[in-house]
């Protein structure tokens, strides 16, 4: 007759080695589903998370310019960057070279492949803001400043900024060359 106990204790060493496999098989598919996601990140991905977080940034351009403030929107080319206080700024992604972070922002590695949730464009967002007239400051690539005025028109390839204190001088801007459009009222 076998001996129940030493067959229950070799039945419990048999489940805590089982257990331990499973786990140390759980952790290798974690970490493989991790390197995945982390491959298949997207900037629109990373950029919807720190929105959802609440999370302050830095965005850094390609002119060298850092606007500061919360992302409150991500479309498909462009970022809406809410300074808290001043006004929205539509960022197109195109001039984006970094995103960083508040410190007190618990940082991961970008591993979020979703896309942007707004199915918009910039220009689409703009020709719905032209029956408004808001005035805005459009900032082209390399163009330092920009040029503030009310916005007027958006055609196929151009926008139409009626500048500031120029007695009704237009300005037209080819819309691939925009790189920010701050609302101003």
Do not use: N
């Not at 048999?14 to 759980?26: F, G, K, M, P, Q």
């Not at 005035?135 to 009626?162: S, Y």
């Amino acid at each position: 007759m076998p001996d129940v106990e030493a067959l229950l204790a070799e039945l419990a060493r048999w489940s805590a080695d089982a257990r331990a496999d499973e786990a140390v098989r759980a952790r290798m598919r974690e970490r493989g589903l991790r390197k995945q996601a982390e491959e298949d990140a997207r900037f629109a991905g990373v950029a919807l998370d720190l929105a959802e977080a609440g999370a302050a940034v830095a965005v850094r351009l390609a002119s060298g310019r850092t606007l500061h403030g919360r992302l409150a929107a991500v479309g498909r080319d462009f970022c809406v960057l809410d300074p808290g206080g001043g006004p929205a700024t539509f960022v197109a992604v195109r001039a984006i070279t970094t995103v960083r972070p508040a410190p007190d922002y618990r940082a991961r590695p970008a591993a979020s492949e979703r896309g942007a949730p707004l199915d918009a464009a910039l220009a689409d967002v703009l020709a719905e803001l032209v029956g408004d007239r808001p005035r805005v400051r459009v900032v082209t690539e390399g163009g330092g400043e920009g040029l503030t005025g009310q916005l007027t028109t958006v055609g196929a390839d151009v926008v139409t900024v009626r500048l500031d204190g120029e007695q009704g001088a237009a300005v037209y801007v080819r819309l691939d060359s925009i790189r920010e459009v701050a609302l101003l009222g």
